[in-house]
Structures are given as structure tokens and as C-alpha cells.
T-cell receptor
Framework: DAGVIQSPRHEVTEMGQEVTLRCKPISGHDYLFWYRQTMMRGLELLIYFNNNVPIDDSGMPEDRFSAKMPNASFSTLKIQPSEPRDSAVYFC??????WGGGSEQFFGPGTRLTVL | TQLLEQSPQFLSIQEGENLTVYCNSSSVFSSLQWYRQEPGEGPVLLVTVVTGGEVKKLKRLTFQFGDARKDSSLHITAAQPGDTGLYLCAGAVAGGGADGLTFGKGTHLIIQP
């Protein structure tokens, strides 16, 4: 298996532009997670899906952020409009069904977003 | 939300030295995971500990889960440059669903040759 695939790997955009990050989870995994990582705040969970259904989006910073999972093999995280404070590395991860807390999460390589 | 505090935040030592990093919380976890993240990559799971007092060894790495399941430590013996990376601990709460996995901010480890 190729693992979790994310695209693009790097994105540089200007403030106010729309940004779309893409993720292909590992085939057969039930859970998909979107994280944001910065030096100041560490790894923050933004939203996660179970069987393509959003379960908890309480980590999404504000209405400018949205995520979708139209099918089991694809998810997007969209920021519109983007702001400089959104600059971070965004990770997608997937895992098998949770066995009561703490199934191994498999992370993609991340998308480094820079908003100028 | 359960908070996990990792210490030290940064550590730079010479090759061959021993080191211990810590992961502490006031909350009880059903299990605790350690991940390692290398520059430009996502975190990769090293180990999961589930029983209070449990000790697991992975070559030169020794992981321990506290008796009360509130804390954990990672000890590296004879550190090598290949051990350089960000070490993250993540605690899980039984029945908490996927959002029961809370990550600490990590320890940035540099092993100098």
C-alpha cells in the first residue's frame, strides 16, 4: 500500500485566496483525521471522519475552514479566504476502527502551507 | 480535553549519551502511544503501552507507562544521530472515540555526531 497520500506537498498563496488540500487515506481504514502542526501549538486535531461522516469538527478554527469526504478514498480541507496565520503544516491521517481508544494513526507526509 | 505535557521541549546531546524524555498528564489514559516525526514527514508510531507499569523495549529505546497510567517516559541508550527527530506522545481515553487521542507538543531531539 502506498500509505496516506496528500497533495500538494507545498502551497504558497496570497492572503484572501482559496486553498484546497487533498488526502487519499489507506484503503480499508474507517477513520480519517485532519491535523494542523505549528511550533507554537504543536499538532492540533481539526476534524475527523468515521465512514465518510464528519464526527467532530470542534477543532476547526473558524468558518473559513471546511472539510469534506465524498467517498472512502478522498477528502479535502478547504480554507477560504486564507490568512497568514493559517500558515502551518497540515497532516491527514487514517486508522482502522477504534478499539476503545488509540488505534494507530498513519500519517501522510503533510502539506506545508504558506500564506503571504 | 486531556492535556499532555512533554519535557524537555528541546534536547541536544552528543552521540553515545543516554537520555530520557517525559510525558505527563493529570488525566488517566487507557493507552499511550509514542510517535517519532522526522523533518518533512508525518509522525510514525513507535510503540503503544496499555498497562500501568508496562515497559516495552525497541532496540535502544525503552518505554514505560506509569503505574497510574497518567505519565510515560522514553529512555534512549547510546543515542545515535539517526535518533534525531520530534518525539510525540499521544494519550487515548477508553470509550472516548477517535477524539480520545490527544497529542503532546513533543520533544525536539538532536543527536550530534
Amino acid at each position: 500500500d502506498a500509505g496516506v497520500i496528500q497533495s500538494p506537498r507545498h502551497e504558497v498563496t496570497e492572503m484572501g485566496q482559496e486553498v484546497t488540500l487533498r488526502c487519499k487515506p489507506i484503503s480499508g481504514h474507517d477513520y480519517l483525521f485532519w491535523y494542523r502542526q505549528t511550533m507554537m501549538r504543536g499538532l492540533e486535531l481539526l476534524i475527523y471522519f468515521n465512514n465518510n461522516v464528519p464526527i467532530d469538527d470542534s477543532g476547526m478554527p473558524e468558518d473559513r475552514f471546511s472539510a469534506k469526504m465524498p467517498n472512502a478514498s478522498f477528502s479535502t480541507l478547504k480554507i477560504q479566504p486564507s490568512e497568514p496565520r493559517d500558515s502551518a503544516v497540515y497532516f491527514c491521517a487514517s486508522s482502522l476502527a477504534n478499539w476503545g481508544g488509540g488505534s494507530e494513526q498513519f500519517f501522510g507526509p503533510g502539506t506545508r502551507l504558506t500564506v503571504l | 480535553t486531556q492535556l499532555l505535557e512533554q519535557s524537555p521541549q528541546f534536547l541536544s546531546i552528543q552521540e553515545g549519551e543516554n537520555l530520557t524524555v517525559y510525558c505527563n498528564s493529570s488525566s488517566v489514559f487507557s493507552s499511550l502511544q509514542w510517535y517519532r516525526q522526522e523533518p518533512g514527514e508525518g509522525p510514525v508510531l513507535l510503540v503503544t503501552v496499555v498497562t500501568g507499569g508496562e515497559v516495552k523495549k525497541l532496540k535502544r529505546l525503552t518505554f514505560q507507562f506509569g503505574d497510574a497510567r497518567k505519565d510515560s517516559s522514553l529512555h534512549i541508550t547510546a543515542a545515535q544521530p539517526g535518533d534525531t527527530g520530534l518525539y510525540l506522545c499521544a494519550g487515548a481515553v477508553a470509550g472516548g472515540g477517535a477524539d480520545g487521542l490527544t497529542f503532546g507538543k513533543g520533544t525536539h531531539l538532536i543527536i550530534q555526531p
